[in-house]
């Protein structure tokens, strides 16, 4: 796409690039080091271009989590859905759907990693708080489901089970971003979550 073409671009259609290109840029570096100046060069526009659209490169961090978390609920809501008689089957769906999404952007936990080592309250934290207390609602709803069908042992405790789901995510995450091997995360994510079946089902 041109420069040209990309100066006509109507306002929702030029937040949208940048938001992509913040999201490609935190993929290679610290969200803390990218600058509007290479976010502007990125889609081809000057830096006031940028500020004409967010009034702060916050705002562009909270619109980039905001269009990120969005598609992720959606893309483990679909992955859960085709499993209407098996919660475990649902769950496995899930946790491969949350380690496919993030191998495929891993701008969002290079961004969601800093924003929490940051000691005070912050607008992107409370954004995050959101997300995690909807993917627990999730998680808890397929736990509780997948007890009621005789597929995960009712002794279970669905709260608990939900930190060790998630903590197996963020174990995965964190590894490949230590590593630098993204794709690494993917492989192993059936295998790990081998060992959290079993213990659903003991």
């Known amino acids: ?21 913040a999201l490609a840029l935190a993929a290679e570096r610290s969200p803390a080091d990218v600058t509007t100046a290479q976010l502007a060069a990125a889609i081809g526009v000057t830096q ?3 500020f004409r659209h967010f009034e702060s ?30 919660g475990l089957h649902a769950l496995e769906a899930v946790f491969g759907a949350h380690v496919a999404f993030v191998s495929e952007q891993p ?17 992107l934290k409370a954004k995050v708080r959101q997300l995690m207390q909807a993917y627990r609602l ?26 060790a789901l998630m903590g197996a995510v963020q174990g995965l995450v964190m590894q490949a971003l230590v590593s630098g091997d993204v794709a690494a995360m993917r492989a192993q994510a059936p295998r790990v979550f081998q060992i959290v079946r079993a213990g659903l089902m003991a």
């Not at 796409?1 to 290109?21: G, H, N």
């Not at 397929?142 to 709260?159: N, S, V």
Request: proline residues 7%; aromatic residues 4%.
């Open 1 to 21: 796409m041109s420069i040209k073409s990309i100066s006509k671009q109507p306002t929702e259609a030029r937040q949208a690039s940048l938001i992509e290109a």
């Open 48 to 50: 006031g271009a940028v």
């Open 57 to 86: 490169k916050e705002a562009i961090w909270l619109a980039v989590f905001d269009d990120a978390s969005e598609r992720l609920l959606a893309s483990l809501q679909s992955a859960a859905a085709p499993h209407t008689t098996n």
């Open 107 to 123: 701008g969002l936990p290079r961004l969601v990693f800093q924003e929490l080592q940051r000691p005070q309250e912050t607008p």
């Open 138 to 163: 999730l998680l808890v709803g397929l736990l509780k489901r997948g007890q009621a069908e005789g597929c995960i042992a009712p002794g279970i405790d669905p709260q608990a089970a939900t930190v």
